[in-house]
């Protein structure tokens, strides 16, 4: 492809990017009130948002596995479609059966990791962190668009004409994807190991684990499942945190929400590309992960919510920075044809934080109190950032 071209393909990438992220967001402002109504507590709701996560835990590689081998387009097309039933499937969700079903379909959502594939095929090696981290800006975009649009056609229209309205939207984004996404974005059309004779099944568990293989691979990828569970655990349980530690209402935490979307765009689409062209991304993730514990032992002696719109600032700096830095390094430890596997791989961390995140998270807040998640973060990446200061920074590895 021409470099005009990529870039187009990039630039509606984005777009489809912040579409699904919109509708993510206005079912996230559904989902609670539905479940409300139909007679969930605070327990039942964890057992909903555990569900989602195994169930894309699981899906993750997998779908990262079925990118590499079939190519982008057929990717990001089955993640639109299944999004489409997904809100269909919500809309007309009526008992507690119904609102564990609609989430089945989720194993196969996911547009992000997808949208990430293409980026990362299409980028330079030098460009492509700062070409992640503008997908961060999509998801900004989104978190704002999402909420607002979310709680405004909840409220006038109902809850089911909101999941309608994102099911449209969806299909929309299968629309774009369809008619802009090119059928293979990668250099090689199957991945490496299946030239030389193995099996490109998209269910095949050794071709998943082998990318575990390449040089610095287990390194960063333990760094970025430690050091993002406790950040991983204070965002799960956020929503409990800011009705009953900071008594917000519904209005206020929609504010708030806002703020987490305004910095997250600065960051990630003004200061990481700046960032990445000056400084090594070893040197960045060291950053993040210094930052990090810092924010952590903020976190434990915050009072109300000012306190927590200033520690905002560093915290959505180290997530952003630490996610797309590890994102970046993990894409080039592995041959372009096993990008979509890796990146279904670090889809997965995020799955299984969700996963681990409400009961870990309950048992703290229970127990310790929210100044519990903060202290851990420090220890935690304080521990981390001894390791890699003592190992010192990993140079990027040749690509296989």
Not at 87 to 98: E, K, P, S
Not at 241 to 248: D, S
Not at 280 to 306: D, H, K, R
Request: positive net charge; aromatic residues 12%.
């Amino acid at each position: 492809m021409e470099p005009a071209a990529k870039q187009k393909v990039i630039y509606i990438t984005y777009l489809i990017a912040a579409l699904d992220i919109t509708w993510l967001f206005l079912q996230f402002s559904i989902t609670p009130y539905l479940a409300r109504r139909l007679g969930f507590d605070t327990i039942w709701f964890g057992y909903l948002q555990t569900t989602v996560g195994v169930i894309q835990l699981l899906g993750g590689p997998i779908y990262g596995r079925f990118a590499d081998v079939f190519g982008a387009r057929a990717a990001l097309s089955v993640s639109c479609l299944a999004s489409v039933v997904y809100f269909l499937l919500l809309a007309v969700a009526d008992n507690t059966f119904m609102l564990f079903v609609h989430k089945l379909p989720a194993v196969f959502m996911h547009t992000l990791p997808g949208a990430q594939m293409v980026v990362a095929d299409l980028s330079e090696d030098e460009k492509r962190a700062d070409a992640l981290g503008k997908l961060g800006l999509c998801f900004g975009i989104g978190m704002i668009a999402g909420s607002s649009l979310g709680g405004t056609l909840s409220t006038r229209f109902g809850e089911k004409f909101a999941a309608s309205f994102a099911a449209v939207g969806s299909f929309v984004s299968l629309l774009l994807v369809l008619n802009f996404i090119p059928k293979q974005t990668k250099i090689h059309t199957v991945p490496e190991s299946n030239k030389k004779g193995s099996s490109n099944s998209v269910f095949n568990l050794g071709e998943i684990t082998r990318l575990m293989k390449f040089p610095g691979v287990v390194k960063t990828f333990t760094v970025k499942i430690i050091s993002g569970l406790p950040a991983g655990i204070f965002q799960v349980m956020f929503s409990i945190i800011a009705i009953n530690f900071f008594q917000l209402k519904a209005e206020q935490n929609g504010y708030l929400m806002a703020y987490f979307g305004i910095v997250q765009m600065v960051i990630q689409g003004a200061v990481i590309g700046r960032l990445t062209s000056r400084f090594s991304e070893s040197s960045l993730m060291l950053l993040s992960v210094g930052i990090s514990s810092l924010v952590g032992l903020a976190q434990a002696m915050m009072t109300n919510v000012f306190h927590f719109c200033l520690i905002v600032i560093p915290m959505m700096f180290s997530l952003s920075v630490f996610n797309v830095i590890t994102d970046s390094m993990l894409t080039k430890s592995v041959s372009p044809s096993d990008t979509g596997t890796m990146l279904g791989l670090c889809a997965s961390v995020q799955s299984l934080l969700r996963t681990v995140g409400p009961t870990i998270g309950g048992f703290l807040y229970e127990a310790y109190g929210v100044p519990s998640f903060g202290y851990i973060q420090c220890i935690i990446n304080a521990a981390v950032f001894s390791f890699l200061l003592t190992t010192g920074g990993r140079s990027q590895p040749n690509r296989p």
